[in-house]
């Protein structure tokens, strides 16, 4: 009499841990994305939330010093731009902190905050500011 196989082959197991193997290069890195991008969005929620301030403080011709910081990222209002005939706006820094995800951990991000209460990220970093955050991790509605 013949036995029968039980379980599986070497090279079916093979097969499966090579099939594991490419998801997971593939899906690592871009959970990595994610996690940086989720992490890089704290900094323009942050200068949200001096949106109110900064636009009142623009009424009178002024930017403030404000700053607040966050797990991930610190925010503080640098200058302002109040020139005759431009809209007025303060030049924001946004510095992420160490000890996040390695792909913006220590790097800025210059955002404008516009009398209107706006806030975008210029191609170019603003006065007195520092951008060198890859824009895949800034937030897509503050892109111009």
Do not use: W
């Amino acid at each position: 009499m013949k036995s029968m196989q039980k379980g599986f082959t070497l090279i079916e197991l093979m097969i499966v841990v090579a099939i594991i193997g490419i998801l997971a290069a593939i899906a690592i890195p871009a959970y990595q994305d994610y996690i940086a991008r989720s992490q890089a969005s704290e900094g323009p929620s942050l200068a949200d939330g001096l949106k109110t301030e900064i636009t009142d403080n623009l009424q009178n011709s002024k930017c403030g010093n404000s700053t607040m910081g966050g797990k991930y990222a610190t925010v503080a209002v640098i200058d302002a731009t109040i020139a005759a005939g431009a809209t007025p706006q303060c030049s924001v820094q946004v510095t992420y902190h160490n000890g996040i995800s390695a792909k913006i951990a220590g790097k800025k991000l210059g955002l404008l905050v516009q009398s209107n209460g706006s806030i975008i990220a210029p191609a170019t970093a603003p006065a007195n500011t520092t951008t060198d955050i890859d824009t895949k991790y800034v937030p897509k509605a503050l892109l111009p």
